[in-house]
């Protein structure tokens, strides 16, 4: 039996205590919350009571790197969100202290388990390399999202968008990217040119109100990549979940390594630094 802690009680948290009431090889021991329904504890005495084996960071991406460090070496195994971190450097620094705790972290990544990602990976095989195209994505930002002191730039807090990318089309390099914001919007253009050649722009426009949404038109060599139809699948969070027990149990693999979760956000950090 394992026993989970968890910081941050929102949509994700939320879904992490779900997963685990599903689960009878998991128990949920404490919660960290400013919502006054299912706060438990306060963060120190979660991470070092010997009652809890794992910490699951959900909360603002401000506070990841910081919380999984001190569940980590407070000896904890740790799941994360994603962004890891809001740096490359600290997001390294992170799994060097898993590694020397002999821990594991694990960061999710469900963009790369969803149903569009899916059927898109099926189609970008048959279709061979990318030669150009655009990714266009649109979602709502309202709250702490908004808010790039807690949320990151958002090239950190969009990092799906790019993981999906590098996904699709392997490891990449910016060659150029741009920010502009609004009262109501934020827009990010960056162009990817992928080391095994061809490029693809991300168009990620996000703002109040805005209905999550994508259209993807990018001319491959043997066709073109559209929007498909997303596949079946199980519970995002929870085949997450599943994940990360077997890392702890078998020392499974994840389904996303940690070189291509720092691969990416040395992305997002390159996008941001081009930005400013
Ligand atoms: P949310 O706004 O629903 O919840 C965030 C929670 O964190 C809130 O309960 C808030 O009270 C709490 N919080 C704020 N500051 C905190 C702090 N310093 N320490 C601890 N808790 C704090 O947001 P969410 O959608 O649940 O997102 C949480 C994390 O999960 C984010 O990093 C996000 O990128 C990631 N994530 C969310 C989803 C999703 O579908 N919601 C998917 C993938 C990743």
Redesign the pocket.
């Known amino acids: 039996m394992l026993r989970v802690g968890i910081?941050?009680?929102?949509?994700?948290?939320?879904?992490r205590m779900r997963a685990i009431a599903e689960r009878s090889d998991l128990e949920l021991a404490g919660v960290?919350?400013?919502?006054e329904d299912v706060g438990t504890h306060q963060?120190e005495d979660l991470i070092r009571s010997p009652e809890v084996d794992c910490i699951f960071v959900?909360?603002?991406?401000?506070?990841?790197a910081e919380?999984a460090g001190a569940a980590l070496a407070a000896g904890k195994h740790v799941l994360c969100?994603?962004?890891l971190a809001l740096s490359h450097a600290d997001a390294v620094r992170l799994f060097d202290l898993a590694h020397e705790r002999n821990r594991v972290l694990h960061v999710?990544h469900?963009?790369l388990l969803s149903g569009s990602q899916l059927a898109l990976r099926r189609a970008a095989q048959d279709l061979g390399r990318p030669v150009e195209g655009v990714y266009h994505t649109e979602a709502n930002s309202e709250?702490?999202?908004a808010d790039m002191r807690?949320a990151g730039f958002p090239s950190f807090?969009g990092i799906?968008r790019l993981s999906r990318l590098v996904d699709l089309f392997g490891p990449a390099g910016i060659e150029s990217a741009a920010f502009e914001e609004s009262e109501d919007e934020q827009r990010l253009v960056a162009d990817l040119r992928f080391v095994n050649g061809g490029s693809c722009r991300l168009d990620y426009r996000r703002g109040r109100g805005l209905p999550r949404r994508e259209d993807w038109r990018v001319r491959c060599e043997r066709g073109d990549l559209r929007t498909v139809s997303p596949l079946p699948t199980q519970p995002l969070f929870a085949t997450d979940l599943d994940f990360f027990v077997r890392r702890i149990n078998d020392g499974a693999e994840s389904y996303v390594s940690d070189e291509r979760i720092l691969d990416v956000l040395s992305l997002a950090e390159e996008i941001q630094d081009r930005c400013r």
């Open positions: 910081v941050g009680a929102g949509r994700a948290g939320r879904a960290i919350s400013s919502q963060f959900c909360s603002v991406n401000l506070a990841h919380q969100e994603y962004p999710e469900i963009e709250g702490w999202i807690l807090s799906s």
